[in-house]
């Protein structure tokens, strides 16, 4: 019996099986390999940061705790006493994490073919900007529970000072729907340029090969943009030239296999504000430099 993936893991695997369930008609997606990535339990999946689950009342070592069946190395970075809400979730989502990756471990006795393997945990929590409304938390990470690679680990927070919580990106539109399809246009266009330029070279391929890569890329790409809230889940919120200043824009976050194959590794577009600024609450709009 192979080990199970932990619940966070789960989660994400069935976002992505909702987002599959909403793309058009016709052949699942495939990478610039040309495998299928639609529905596959792959342990190089990436996991997507999901809400944390209930605490319960499960005892879980530390945040650097080394046994010589595991791992878990987890980085949480100081943040001041008027973020606390936006410390709370990081805190939860991280014993979450540790809470589902101990309740995956294989039993040392049905899984003795590789004894020396060492399994991890590595989450590394960072502020990756903050503006006089926002503070966006990064989380990168993997974790191997004993599948055949590790399974990368994306998430992002964004604390709105103001409301004192974490918002979504939908929380920051009167119509989240117009925004997202926005959004995903300039992705679209932004990543297509970007990633079709790394098409095989005619000396590298033949014509046939060269036009299957571009056509899965171009699958990838046009499935990993839709404007669905799982696609746009991820996004950080842009510091601007100084503490005070207004945001310039939005940073939206793909994971591996979202838009392209596992060896492109997570993609990110910057997006100005002027793209979504139509769409902004008005309490948001000055947070904003829409230009």
């Known amino acids: 019996m192979s080990p199970s993936f ?22 699942p997606p495939t990478s610039a390999a040309g495998y299928s990535t639609a529905g ?10 999901a809400p ?14 080394t046994t010589a069946q595991y791992k878990i190395a987890i980085s949480i970075p100081s943040l001041p006493a008027t973020a606390k809400p936006l410390a709370d979730a990081l805190r939860a989502t991280a014993d979450d994490a540790k809470r589902q990756f101990l309740q995956a ?25 903050r503006t006089a409304a926002f503070t966006s938390v990064r989380e990168i990470g993997n974790v191997d529970t004993g599948g055949a690679h590790p399974a990368p680990v994306e ?5 709105d000072h103001g409301a004192n919580r974490v918002i979504t990106l939908a929380d920051l539109f009167t119509q989240p729907d117009g925004a997202r399809k926005a959004l995903a246009d300039f992705a679209h266009a932004t990543l297509a340029k970007r990633l079709l330029a790394n098409a095989p070279a005619p000396s590298d391929a033949s014509r046939a090969a060269n036009r299957e890569w571009k056509t899965n890329m171009q699958q ?18 842009r510091a601007g030239a100084s503490n005070a200043a207004a945001s310039p824009g939005l940073t939206l976050v793909f994971p591996p296999y979202q838009v392209a194959p ?6 990110t577009v910057d997006v100005p504000a002027s793209v979504f600024a139509a769409f902004l609450k008005p309490i948001y709009r000055s947070d904003f430099a829409a230009r």
């Not at 990838?220 to 919120?237: C, E, H, I, K, R």
């Not at 596992?262 to 993609?267: E, R």
């Open 155 to 159: 998430g992002s927070f964004v604390f």
């Open 40 to 49: 596959k339990g792959s342990s190089t999946a990436p996991v997507i940061a």
């Open 220 to 237: 990838m790409l046009d499935y990993g943009t839709q404007p669905t809230s799982v696609n746009f889940a991820l996004f950080v919120v």
């Open 262 to 267: 596992y060896s492109a590794g997570t993609q």
């Open 6 to 27: 932990p619940k966070y893991l789960t989660v994400a695997l069935s976002a992505l099986a909702l987002a599959a369930c909403q793309q058009p008609s016709g052949n």
């Open 105 to 129: 471990l294989p039993d040392p006795d049905e899984h003795s073919s590789s004894p020396h393997r060492q399994l991890e945990l590595h989450l590394e929590f960072t502020v990756a900007a």
């Open 52 to 65: 944390p689950a209930s605490a319960g009342t499960t005892s879980l070592p530390g945040d650097h705790a």
